[in-house]
């Protein structure tokens, strides 16, 4: 399977996008198509065998449409942004145009109504034929302005997917050309359709929808700044070594196992690994974390990342879309890209929206005209209601409320893969955390060295450390660790033998080591001189006690931890007051489990579990109708992760293509599950908003705009305020789901 993401030109609505995704969904090979109103994308995955990205992009452009694939995208902000711009300019420039031309318009044609003075070589009573005349001559230039309504909408009425386009179209035609109807009629003599002219609705509407479509663009525009703060983040040219001599290139021509020289102040422009030199370097764009990590000989380093300190040579490792800065770009837009499975119903009113509206207008206009009505009132009511109904804020309700969301979630470190994600974990009710890297640091450190007898706490450290001194356990890395951070002075161990399930054995200057367990001391005859009393006090803690003895006689205990992160205890508590079931599940013994899930504060644990077995403890509780999210490091955890409702990947922010999550959070850094929960509540709360007032606002503006406060007395909508408040609903939506960057984590 092939996943594509081609950038889609012409679309002008919800209805739009529908027709685009029906006619590619259908294509055979395709699995799955999604159509982006708002980010303006096409989502497809599909068959390389069956369809190529020629056939998916013929079929756009039969459909009138034009797709594109950008590879390269990211690499210059300027060319990301510089399309749009212009779009908007060349809008607003439209704009202009047709105010100048739609102002003096509305003056004359109105004037006279109001007792504003009109010249009288166009007034309607003394020179009726000027008066139509001069109209016209002033909505020319207004409809060419806005000719693109014309061209697209009866395209798309012409090959059966009638738009919002077709709408205008229609029903700005109808007044056009009914104007010219009545002009005619009036050099004909018939003086009387001087008050049937109808070439101010249409030059009005034509203005505020393009002005609707200008703000629209430059609120579409703001929901995607996260994506243009990242794609700013990285540098456009880097300095690498070419036969000896330093050279500027674009970042483009930067390849993998060149040597990049960075300077302080400056960002590294690609991923790599250092081979010269020693700096601090600030990762806040990757991980959140403001403090600098320092970075030496062969420590990684991240694009878009900054040095703070040092000069720095290192070897390129991923460069171009590969870098992690890149991966998270890509994420960001997939997830910004897909819907919710809340915008279904919306999607499915858009589809059928336009030729229901079409045949309500028509029906509506006739009705009127049959029960006696003129000409003049039935057109007016055909026309408000193809001018008000506007499928637009139902297109927009939930992509511009998703991108805003998983937008801000980025800043926040929170990497959100889809907007099904972002819509499922508002619901969760229980959450399952792995303890090791999870709850816990994932590293093990010496906690505590007790000395029994002659020998200090540095003697007993240093002998631990050169006895185990070459072995990859993990805690005789945490001991070796701890001496070589004292700065003690490694010995030789020679006879060293290792002797499962108990300890080790070793000799060092002519002294006899012991190392392990009880009973390896017992088995040795080693008195345990209360120091097992110690030990037991150690492990209730959830520490890993060692005895020490030399020459037979007891010297010390060591004690190494998994020690907890930071934040976990006040995370766990966070989400215990949002209402949420917190779950501890590791393969660690019952007593570690108990002392590290009682300091955190955790009731609920899953203790002995094997990796492979996580999953099915996470079934367990979904069978109970539980909605569950696993929080795991995404490797040893991917069962569960994919088993859960949510899965939530904790990691550096460096792997960010971890399959089996459905969030990924930058940060190690479990108040971030919270961050997630939360954003999910605000976003969907958001997206109801939307939809209630995209909904509410079609359910009560096409009634009126059919006429029916007229039929109790009251007014009838002139299909200029349909114009303009239908222009007004897609800019409210767009605007409310704004109000989320505003988002912050409790």
């Given at each position: 399977m092939k996943r594509e993401m081609l950038k889609l030109e012409g679309m002008h609505c919800a209805a739009c996008a529908q027709s685009i995704e029906k006619a590619t969904g259908k294509l055979s090979g395709v699995y799955k198509s999604?159509?982006?109103?708002?980010?303006?994308?096409?989502?497809?995955?599909?068959?390389?065998?069956?369809?190529?990205?020629?056939?998916?992009?013929?079929?756009?452009?039969?459909?009138?449409f034009k797709a594109s694939y950008e590879e390269e995208r990211h690499t210059n902000e300027d060319e990301f942004l510089k399309k749009k711009n212009d779009e908007i300019r060349l809008i607003w420039k439209k704009f202009i145009i047709s105010a100048i031309f739609s102002i003096p318009l509305l003056y004359i044609s109105m004037g006279s109504m109001f007792g504003m003075p009109v010249p009288n070589l166009i007034s309607p009573s003394s020179h009726p034929l000027n008066f139509a005349m001069i109209q016209l001559l002033l909505t020319l230039p207004v409809v060419i302005s806005g000719h693109d309504f014309y061209v697209v909408g009866l395209r798309s009425l012409v090959k059966g997917n009638p738009n919002m386009d077709s709408l205008i179209a229609i029903g700005t035609s109808s007044a056009f050309l009914y104007g010219i109807y009545a002009t005619w009629m009036i050099y004909s003599g018939e003086d009387h359709y001087v008050h049937s002219l109808y070439f101010e609705s249409a030059a009005v509407i034509l203005t505020l929808i393009t002005l609707g479509k200008y703000f629209e663009n430059v609120s579409k525009g703001k929901t995607s700044e996260a994506i243009k703060k990242l794609v700013g983040l990285t540098p456009k040219t880097a300095r690498i070594i070419v036969n000896g001599n330093e050279t500027e290139v674009s970042v483009k021509d930067v390849r993998q196992e060149d040597i990049v020289l960075v300077r302080p102040g400056e960002r590294f422009p690609v991923d790599g690994e250092v081979v010269e030199g020693k700096t601090s370097v600030d990762e806040s764009m990757l991980t959140g974390e403001s403090i600098p990590v320092e970075k030496s000989f062969g420590d990684k380093l991240y694009g878009a990342s900054i040095n703070k300190n040092g000069f720095i040579?290192?070897?390129?490792?991923?460069?171009?879309?590969?870098?992690?800065?890149s991966q998270i770009i890509k994420l960001v837009e997939e997830a910004q890209g897909s819907k919710a499975p809340i915008a279904r119903l919306a999607d499915i009113i858009s589809g059928y929206f336009v030729p229901i509206v079409m045949a309500i207008a028509l029906i509506s206009g006739l009705g009127w005209y049959i029960s006696g009505e003129g000409i003049r009132f039935s057109l007016t009511i055909f026309i408000s209601v193809l001018v008000i109904a506007c499928p637009c804020a139902l297109g927009l309700a939930t992509p511009t409320a998703i991108?805003?969301?998983?937008?801000?979630?980025?800043?926040?470190?929170?990497?959100?893969?889809?907007?099904?994600?972002?819509e499922s974990a508002h619901k969760i009710d229980t959450v399952i955390l792995d303890k090791t890297g999870t709850i816990t640091q994932g590293k093990p450190i010496v906690t505590d060295i007790v000395s029994f007898g002659a020998f200090s706490q540095e003697e007993i450290l240093q002998l631990a450390a050169s006895a185990e001194y070459g072995s990859e356990h993990p805690l005789a890395e945490a001991i070796i660790k701890e001496a070589k951070e004292k700065n003690l002075q490694l010995k030789n161990a020679v006879e060293f033998d290792s002797i499962s399930g108990f300890g080790i054995k070793a000799k060092i200057e002519d002294k006899n080591i012991l190392m392990g367990n009880a009973k390896l001391m017992r088995n040795n005859k080693v008195d345990l001189n209360g120091s097992d009393i110690i030990s037991q006090k150690m492990a209730?803690?959830?520490?890993?006690?060692?005895?020490?003895?030399?020459?037979?006689?007891?010297?010390?205990?060591?004690?190494?931890?998994?020690?907890?992160?930071?934040?976990?205890?006040?995370?766990?508590?966070?989400?215990?007051?949002?209402?949420?079931?917190?779950?501890?599940?590791?393969?660690?013994?019952?007593?570690?489990?108990?002392?590290?899930?009682?300091?955190?504060?955790?009731?609920?644990?899953?203790?002995?579990?094997?990796?492979?077995?996580?999953?099915?403890e996470v079934k367990k509780l979904q069978k109970k109708g539980s909605i569950v999210a696993m929080v795991g490091d995404g490797i040893n955890d991917a069962p569960a992760l994919a088993q859960a409702d949510v899965g939530i990947a904790i990691g550096s922010g460096t792997d960010?293509?971890?399959?089996?999550?459905?969030?990924?959070?930058?940060?190690?850094?479990?108040?971030?599950?919270?961050?997630?929960?939360?954003?999910?509540?605000?976003?969907?709360?958001?997206?109801?908003?939307?939809?209630?007032?995209?909904?509410?606002?079609?359910?009560?503006?096409?009634?009126?705009?059919?006429?029916?406060?007229?039929?109790?007395?009251?007014?009838?909508?002139?299909?200029?305020?349909?114009?303009?408040?239908?222009?007004?609903?897609?800019?409210?939506?767009?605007?409310?789901?704004?109000?989320?960057?505003?988002f912050k984590p409790n």
């Open positions: 999604n159509v982006n109103f708002a980010t303006e994308y096409l989502n497809i995955d599909y068959d390389e065998k069956v369809l190529d990205r020629d056939a998916i992009i013929a079929t756009v452009g039969k459909l009138g040579k290192y070897r390129a490792t991923r460069v171009g879309q590969d870098t992690a800065i991108m805003v969301g998983t937008g801000k979630g980025a800043e926040n470190g929170v990497l959100i893969k889809s907007g099904e994600a972002l209730m803690e959830g520490k890993t006690p060692m005895y020490i003895a030399v020459d037979e006689k007891m010297a010390g205990v060591i004690s190494v931890a998994d020690t907890v992160k930071p934040n976990s205890k006040k995370a766990i508590e966070t989400l215990k007051n949002m209402g949420i079931r917190v779950v501890m599940i590791t393969g660690d013994n019952e007593g570690t489990a108990k002392a590290i899930a009682k300091e955190v504060g955790i009731e609920k644990i899953l203790s002995e579990v094997l990796p492979g077995d996580k999953a099915n960010v293509a971890i399959e089996s999550a459905d969030i990924v959070l930058m940060r190690s850094d479990l108040m971030d599950v919270a961050t997630a929960i939360q954003l999910s509540k605000s976003t969907i709360r958001n997206i109801k908003q939307n939809l209630f007032w995209a909904f509410g606002y079609n359910v009560i503006g096409i009634p009126v705009a059919m006429g029916i406060l007229h039929l109790f007395g009251g007014p009838l909508m002139n299909p200029m305020f349909a114009g303009a408040a239908m222009s007004l609903s897609s800019v409210s939506v767009v605007s409310n789901a704004l109000r989320l960057k505003n």
